[in-house]
């Protein structure tokens, strides 16, 4: 049973790091290692959590999905829709054959698989502005189906934790052409029609649904601590990204994360 506390750090810990590029599913495993380990229905929790960021990104791009909408239905024009799908295409099929696997095997949530993902993207995530790229985009309305499948197969990296679906698709962005505010919009766009389908997978278990109704209350504590911190956080990277353009800053602290994780797996 999650205890109140846990419920709180949980919920604070998705809402931080599911849009600040650092790797929620990496945190959450540092989180929980904390509070006292993996239980057997902790992967459940996570799943259910979901929920709150979920619904921070509907609040913050209301607007924009009613353009998107309007676009579709009214203007005939379902370029950046259509972009959509092709990116969560990937993920889609790749979290079909693979998510069981990562659940169930060790080395997923081995503490030095997941440091090394947080180190790698984070070093992405610095030498981004030397890399070469594709040619400039002016914005996620402008990509074309060929990037957009790209950023969909970098999607798929997020499986493993410790990478971050945000970091991976906001890098693959900026080496299409996008800048980094722009690259931040259409992954967090993207990031909708994933997390609702692991709301709805999650919800056609018998077993899951069952988990919901023992464990509501806090649940929904840590859905309304996720929602509320989550909307922070969007507002505060979208912010950051228009002012800086840049991901070094979250590359310094994913590295530096990663060798503190690295030095006390190995001294423990």
């Known amino acids: 049973m999650i205890e109140w506390y846990q419920s709180v750090t949980l919920g604070l810990t998705q809402g931080l790091t599911e849009f600040i590029p650092v790797s929620s599913s990496g945190h959450l495993e540092v989180v929980q290692q904390v509070l006292g380990g993996r239980t ?21 791009y209301r607007k924009r999905i009613q353009q998107i909408l309007v676009d579709i239905f009214k203007n005939h024009n379902v370029k950046l829709a259509l ?3 092709i990116t969560t295409i990937p993920a889609v099929i790749a979290g079909i054959l693979l998510s069981d696997l990562i659940e169930s095997n060790w080395f997923f949530s081995n503490m030095v698989v997941i440091a090394c993902a947080m180190m790698l993207i984070g070093i992405a995530m610095l030498a981004i502005d030397r890399l070469p790229k594709m040619s400039k985009v002016k914005d996620e309305n402008h990509l074309t189906k060929p990037r957009a499948l790209l950023i969909g197969l970098a999607q798929c990296v997020a ?3 410790g990478t971050s679906r945000s ?9 299409t052409g996008l800048d980094s ?3 931040a919009d259409y992954s967090f766009l993207c ?3 994933i997390m609702f ?4 997978k999650s919800l056609i278990s018998s077993s899951s649904r069952e988990y919901i109704a023992a464990n509501l209350p806090m649940l929904a504590l840590a859905n309304v601590v996720a929602f509320g911190i989550g909307l922070a956080a969007i507002y505060f990277v979208m912010y950051y990204l228009r002012k800086k353009n840049s991901l070094r800053a979250f590359g310094i602290y994913r590295i530096v994360l990663a060798l503190i994780i690295i030095v ?3 001294i423990k």
């Open 40 to 60: 057997p229905d902790f992967h459940l929790f996570l799943e259910f959590i979901n929920l709150g960021t979920l619904l921070a990104l509907l609040i913050f």
């Open 83 to 85: 972009n959509v799908i």
């Open 159 to 161: 499986l493993i934790p």
């Open 167 to 175: 970091g991976s698709t906001i890098v693959a962005g900026r080496l």
């Open 181 to 183: 505010k722009s690259a």
């Open 191 to 193: 990031s909708i029609p």
């Open 197 to 200: 389908g692991v709301m709805v």
């Open 264 to 266: 006390f797996e190995l």
